[in-house]
C-alpha cells in the first residue's frame, strides 16, 4: 500500500464550527506532514510530526491543531477558522531521514471556510 | 518572499519533443533539490531530485540539469508523451533543515499529440 489517503476530498464550515481532517498512510513512514497550498501558489509547510511527536510548527495559527494518535494517522483540527483559511489541505507521509526523497502526499482535502 | 521561483506558468510541447521546465533559487543554502508532478485532484507525485554535489541526475526520460553559479535547474522531459500533461513543481531545501521543502508555483505542461 503506497497511497497516503485522506478524508473528506471537500469540507465546507462555518467560522464557529469544529471539524477534523484526517490522513492515515499504511508505508510504515515515521514522519508525517501538513501542507496548505493555495490556489495559484504552492505548498506550505504547516506541520512536521517525527515518530508522533510534533518537530516542526511553522507558525501556524493555534485555530489550527495537528494530532498524530499513532504512527499511521496523522489528524488535523479546526475551530473557528476565518474564510482566508479556505485552501487545499495536503498531508505527506516520509521514511525518517528519507523526507526529502520519499514524501508521498494525499490528494489533499479542499477546505471552504464560509 | 519567494524563495524558489519558476517563471513560466506554463508550457505547451508537442509529443516526442523536449520539454524544458526551469526553475530559479535565490537561497544559496539550499543543497537538495526535487521536481513534483502533480494531476488535477491528486496530491504531489516525487519526479526527481539532485543533490547539490551533483550537476546531473538522469532516470528514464526524465534528466534534472543544476547549475549552482546560475542558481538555476531545469527538469528534461524527452520525449513528451501526452500523459506527462501535469503541474511540475520545482522544489528545495536545505538537507539539515529537518524536511521543509520550498515549493515554486508550479508550472503546467500540456503535451499535444
Known amino acids: 500500500d503506497t497511497e497516503v489517503t485522506q478524508t473528506p476530498k471537500h469540507l465546507v464550515m462555518g467560522m464557529t464550527n469544529k471539524k477534523s481532517l484526517k490522513c492515515e498512510q499504511h508505508m510504515g513512514h515515521r514522519a508525517m506532514y501538513w501542507y496548505k497550498q493555495k490556489a495559484k501558489k504552492p505548498p506550505e509547510l504547516m506541520f512536521v510530526y517525527s515518530y508522533e511527536k510534533l518537530s516542526i510548527n511553522e507558525s501556524v495559527p493555534s485555530r489550527f491543531s495537528p494530532e498524530c494518535p499513532n504512527s499511521s494517522l496523522l489528524n488535523l483540527h479546526l475551530h473557528a477558522l476565518q474564510p482566508e483559511d479556505s485552501a487545499l489541505y495536503l498531508c505527506?507521509?516520509?521514511?525518517?531521514?528519507?523526507?526529502?526523497?520519499?514524501?508521498?502526499f494525499g490528494s489533499g482535502t479542499r477546505l471552504t471556510v464560509v | 518572499d519567494q524563495q524558489v521561483k519558476q517563471n513560466s506558468p506554463s508550457l505547451s510541447v508537442q509529443e516526442g519533443r523536449i520539454s524544458i521546465l526551469n526553475c530559479d533559487y535565490t537561497?544559496?543554502?539550499?543543497?537538495?533539490f526535487l521536481w513534483y508532478k502533480k494531476y488535477p485532484a491528486e496530491g504531489p507525485t516525487f519526479l526527481i531530485s539532485?543533490?547539490?554535489?551533483?550537476d546531473k541526475n538522469e532516470d528514464g526520460r526524465f534528466t534534472v540539469f543544476l547549475n549552482k553559479s546560475a542558481k538555476h535547474l531545469s527538469l528534461h522531459i524527452v520525449p513528451s508523451q501526452p500523459g506527462d500533461s501535469a503541474v511540475y513543481f520545482c522544489?528545495?531545501?536545505?538537507?539539515?533543515?529537518?524536511?521543509?521543502?520550498?515549493f515554486g508555483k508550479g508550472t503546467s505542461l500540456l503535451v499535444t499529440p
Open positions: 505527506a507521509s516520509s521514511q525518517i531521514g528519507q523526507g526529502l526523497i520519499g514524501l508521498h
Open positions: 539532485i543533490s547539490s554535489i551533483k
Open positions: 537561497n544559496s543554502m539550499f543543497d537538495y
Open positions: 522544489a528545495a531545501s536545505v538537507l539539515n533543515s529537518g524536511y521543509a521543502l520550498n
